[in-house]
């Protein structure tokens, strides 16, 4: 099956504590990405990141942190949790980055932070 | 402020009838993709539409883009339950590099 494949589904954690959560992609591609979705279902991108470059969203906290072992796997750990960290991880992955191709998502990991 | 928005907010409809979500967005873009994001799964492309497009459909679904008045719609003809979903424009911009999300709009299809 090619798709793209999160774990955790849930992760409830208390406040300070480092999170990781793992994506990995089988359709072949070349990028990957995390979005952060809030309860109002609005996605912001986080992490754009193929071989070559990384893309950081500025606004992104220095807390979070993408970590890839090959282009199919992209995870992101979150150092020191915090209650706004709550929220749905998506992972997506598209065929190149920087152009408008479709991008694959994940189901999510659904983060509580207590 | 968000680069794109989609309208209304939310809406419901009855099996059979027919919905328009629209979307507008705030700078030129080379391509707008419409996505679907049912509960408890990530949002699944439906149509990708290109700047010098004017209509693409797929099945039941069709999509308008108008680039003078920089917006969208997507249509929905014979509804169904399935479709009960978040739809979101994602307009995809040389300029930010990168696909923008709106906040999306709420379809409720009831039997």
């Known amino acids: 099956e090619t798709a793209v494949f999160q774990t955790p589904n849930y992760h409830v954690t208390q406040v300070g504590n480092e999170v990781s959560f793992n994506c990995k992609q089988t359709?072949?591609?070349?990028?990957m990405y995390w979005y952060k979705q809030d309860s109002k279902k609005l996605l912001k991108i986080m992490f754009s990141y193929n071989n070559k470059q990384l893309i950081v969203n500025e606004t992104v906290p220095r807390r979070f942190s993408p970590q890839s072992s090959d282009k199919a796997h992209l995870n992101l750990r979150i150092k020191s949790v915090e209650p706004e960290d709550s929220a749905v991880y998506l992972c997506?992955?598209?065929?190149?980055?920087?152009?408008?191709?479709?991008?694959?998502f994940g189901p999510g990991t659904r983060l509580l932070v207590l | 402020s968000q680069l794109a928005e989609e309208n209304p907010w939310a809406l419901s409809v009855h099996e059979g009838e027919s919905v328009t979500v629209n979307c507008s967005y705030k700078?030129?873009?080379?391509?707008l993709q419409w996505y679907r994001q049912k509960s408890g799964e990530g949002p699944a492309q439906l149509i990708l539409?290109?700047?010098?497009?004017r209509e693409k459909r797929n099945g039941r679904l069709r999509a308008t883009l108008d680039t003078s008045s920089q917006s969208s719609s997507l249509s929905i003809t014979a509804t169904r339950c399935e479709d009960t979903a978040v739809y979101f424009c994602a307009p995809w911009t040389q300029v930010v590099g990168q696909l923008t999300f709106g906040s999306g709009t709420r379809l409720q299809v009831y039997a």
């Open positions: 539409i290109r700047s010098n497009e």
């Open positions: 359709l072949g591609h070349d990028t």
């Open positions: 700078t030129s873009i080379t391509a």
């Open positions: 997506a992955s598209s065929s190149r980055q920087g152009g408008p191709d479709t991008q694959y």
